[in-house]
């Protein structure tokens, strides 16, 4: 059985452009527990927008709309793990550029073949 790695990854969304979170590495699987995502803006709130890339599919899914986040605050998303295989990955999309972080908390597997 495989043991998981835990990661967190963080990504400063400097653009409006989608932006890659998490990128599940070749020969393993991974499962995100859950989202943080912060409005670092100190005057405006701002909306930003998770997707899920299928690579096997070669589409994006969203995870979420444009959810607004208020000035100084915070979202944490953990209703419901994400499973991902090698290759799928996890993006967002800021609504203003250097307002937005997103950190995604992440097990991750090896499969090994």
């Known amino acids: 059985m495989a043991i998981p790695v835990f990661k967190s990854q963080s990504v400063a969304l400097s653009t409006t452009n989608r932006t890659t979170i ?5 020969l393993s ?3 995100v527990t859950s989202f943080m995502i912060a409005n670092v803006d100190a005057s405006s709130a ?5 997707e899920f890339f299928d690579a096997s599919a ?3 899914f969203a995870l979420t709309g444009a959810k607004s986040i208020a000035t100084n ?3 944490v998303i953990s209703d419901t793990p994400i499973y ?4 799928d990955l996890i993006s967002a999309t800021a ?3 250097d307002d937005i972080t ?7 597997y090896s499969t090994g073949f």
Do not use: I, N
């Open 22 to 26: 998490y990128t599940t590495p070749s």
């Open 29 to 31: 699987r991974a499962v």
């Open 46 to 50: 701002t909306t930003v927008k998770l």
């Open 58 to 60: 070669s589409t994006h």
């Open 73 to 75: 605050d915070f979202l």
């Open 84 to 87: 991902l295989d090698s290759g």
């Open 95 to 97: 609504g203003a550029a």
């Open 102 to 108: 997103v950190t995604a908390f992440v097990e991750e």
